[in-house]
């Protein structure tokens, strides 16, 4: 019997593209047909904390908040259905001539590099089922007007080139971290990461809070890269050989 069509919703967020040592890009997964369970898991933690505002890394420290932002990262290890994968990039480490000299291409480039890759191997991991994919991302930091355009279509050449068959992301949707709480979950998992690569938090709370997420894979901080393979929370960072070990 031939299986079902499995689709995939990614919600994409950034950090630090605003002239820090680090920039980096976050990805929320969950099969799409998770969004109504995700909606309500979230929806009750709120209730249950009374906590109203948006979800963001930024508000994590705030003592009201901290009991809220602790089980919420629970939630995130608890539920196998969900998966972040993020990529970090030492700003001072790429090299423009690759990039046509631009910063802005060269993040796009590392935006649309994280998304391709990891659709591959979802791909690899299901050879033999049909697949399809759907991003959400917050408004993507290029002065070019049609990022998210110029993303769907590169990706989809990247993995048709590599991959064959159909297009595989079906739709790219520019969307509000306001209007999206998956976006919001995705900042909140990618800011405790580049805090921890930028080391600039000077609020114990907030290490603490990154800690508390470092405590589920292990690791007494998370600053540190994970194997390609690892599925429920990866890092990929950009080691440079010619300068870092």
Excluded at 183 to 211: C, E, H, P
Aim: glycine share 6%; charged share 30%.
């Amino acid at each position: 019997m031939a299986k079902g069509k499995l689709i995939w919703h990614i919600a994409c967020d950034e950090s630090g593209i605003d002239g820090q040592v680090y920039y980096g890009f976050g990805s929320l997964w969950m099969k799409y047909q998770r969004r109504g369970d995700f909606a309500r898991i979230i929806r009750n933690l709120r209730e249950k904390h009374r906590y109203e505002n948006e979800i963001k890394w930024q508000r994590a420290h705030q003592k009201n908040n901290i009991a809220f932002y602790k089980e919420l990262a629970d939630v995130f290890f608890k539920h196998a259905w969900l998966a972040f994968h993020c990529i970090v990039i030492r700003k001072g480490l790429v090299d423009k001539s690759f990039h046509d000299g631009d910063y802005d291409l060269a993040m796009r480039k590392h935006f649309t590099t994280l998304i391709s890759s990891k659709i591959k191997a979802v791909k690899k991991a299901h050879p033999d089922q049909q697949s399809e994919f759907r991003v959400e991302v917050d408004p993507l930091p290029s002065r070019y007007d049609k990022a998210g355009e110029a993303f769907h279509t590169i990706a989809n050449n990247i993995l048709k080139q590599e991959l064959g068959g159909d297009a595989l992301i079906q739709t790219v949707v520019t969307k509000d971290s306001k209007d999206s709480q998956q976006i919001q979950l995705a900042d909140f998992l990618l800011g405790a990461v580049m805090s921890a690569f930028q080391g600039k938090v000077t609020s114990d709370r907030k290490r603490d809070m990154a800690n508390h997420i470092a405590s589920y894979l292990g690791w007494d901080s998370l600053q540190h890269d994970t194997w390609n393979h690892e599925r429920k929370f990866n890092i990929w960072y950009f080691h440079d050989v010619r300068r870092e070990r």
